[in-house]
């Protein structure tokens, strides 16, 4: 049986962040006077309470919550957004139709526990060979997930590609448990950026660090600055991008 909920400012916290950390929670940013809101709002309740789905629908009012929907830079509604572990991970604008929202649950979904299970726990050896070990790394953090992105990294064999698995280690640190700093405005660039990184927007996701890296007391800024160079690291030395912030976190 699927949850459809109603969130506002007060239980945001702990119905949305916090409950995401256990499953999915599916957002929808929505106003009684939006035409297309009425249209995608019982689509998406209804594939909420479908048997056997795997995540919740929480329902916010933006008239009467506008502080939240300024926070997520909702400029558009009906606007959707998926949060796993705390952190949006995927979102779409729009009133869309149900197939296009079929394959966006799908996506937010996979490999999350259903409601009535616990989360599986990730027992998968590792490759031998370094090489591989080091591929298999790379296409982990690709997909976001950076818990069993560390395991493969930790303890990684003496090799030619040790160098770049010492240089990926601290992002998927950074992807498995971003760290709170008890600074508003940093933790809000630090989510900012998790959430990019998910959505391999690696734009926005240095744009974010860069804003962490300079706002930052002296001692946390190598921290930060090794999450870069893993994002560099995953772009290639040769990428434009990852060039162009080196040179902004150099010197």
Same mark, same amino acid.
């Given at each position: 049986?699927?949850?459809?909920?109603?969130?506002?400012?007060?239980?945001?916290?702990?119905?949305?962040? =916090?409950? /995401?950390?256990?499953? *999915?929670?599916?957002?929808?940013?929505?106003? +009684?006077?939006?035409? &297309?809101?009425?249209? $995608?709002?019982?689509?998406?309740?209804?594939?909420?309470?479908?048997?056997?789905n795997?995540?919740?629908?929480?329902?916010?009012?933006?008239?009467?919550?506008?502080?939240?929907?300024?926070?997520?830079?909702?400029?558009?509604?009906?606007?959707?957004?998926?949060?796993?572990?705390?952190?949006?991970?995927?979102?779409?604008?729009g009133?869309?139709?149900?197939?296009?929202?079929?394959?966006?649950?799908?996506?937010?979904?996979?490999? =999350?526990? /259903?409601?009535?299970? *616990?989360?599986?726990?990730?027992?998968?050896? +590792?490759?031998?060979d &370094?090489?591989?070990? $080091?591929?298999?790394?790379?296409?982990?953090?690709?997909?976001?997930?950076?818990?069993?992105?560390?395991?493969?990294?930790?303890?990684?064999?003496?090799?030619?590609?040790?160098?770049?698995?010492?240089?990926?280690?601290?992002?998927?640190?950074?992807?498995?448990r971003?760290?709170?700093s008890?600074?508003?405005?940093?933790?809000?660039?630090?989510?900012?950026?998790?959430?990019?990184?998910?959505?391999?927007?690696?734009?926005?996701?240095?744009?974010?660090?860069?804003?962490?890296?300079?706002?930052?007391?002296?001692?946390?800024?190598?921290?930060?600055?090794?999450?870069?160079?893993?994002?560099?690291?995953?772009?290639?030395?040769?990428?434009?991008?990852?060039?162009?912030?080196?040179?902004?976190?150099?010197?």
């Amino acid at each position: 049986m699927g949850t459809v909920i109603d969130v506002d400012q007060s239980n945001f916290q702990t119905e949305v962040i =916090a409950r /995401s950390r256990q499953m *999915p929670v599916v957002v929808d940013f929505w106003a +009684p006077w939006c035409g &297309p809101c009425r249209m $995608l709002g019982p689509l998406l309740e209804r594939l909420a309470n479908e048997p056997g789905n795997n995540f919740v629908l929480a329902k916010l009012n933006t008239d009467q919550n506008q502080g939240i929907a300024m926070q997520y830079n909702i400029r558009g509604i009906p606007a959707v957004k998926a949060f796993r572990d705390g952190s949006v991970v995927d979102e779409f604008v729009g009133a869309q139709p149900e197939p296009m929202v079929r394959q966006f649950l799908q996506r937010v979904t996979a490999g =999350a526990p /259903s409601a009535s299970r *616990p989360r599986p726990t990730q027992t998968t050896t +590792p490759p031998s060979d &370094p090489a591989q070990r $080091l591929a298999e790394a790379r296409r982990l953090l690709q997909q976001g997930n950076g818990c069993d992105a560390e395991r493969v990294l930790q303890n990684f064999p003496d090799s030619s590609s040790a160098g770049e698995a010492r240089r990926l280690l601290p992002l998927a640190r950074f992807l498995c448990r971003p760290s709170q700093s008890g600074n508003g405005e940093l933790d809000t660039l630090t989510q900012n950026a998790t959430s990019a990184l998910r959505r391999r927007d690696y734009g926005a996701a240095l744009y974010n660090l860069l804003a962490v890296y300079n706002r930052a007391p002296a001692g946390d800024k190598p921290t930060t600055r090794a999450v870069m160079d893993g994002v560099f690291s995953l772009l290639g030395d040769s990428d434009p991008m990852a060039r162009q912030y080196r040179e902004l976190v150099s010197g």
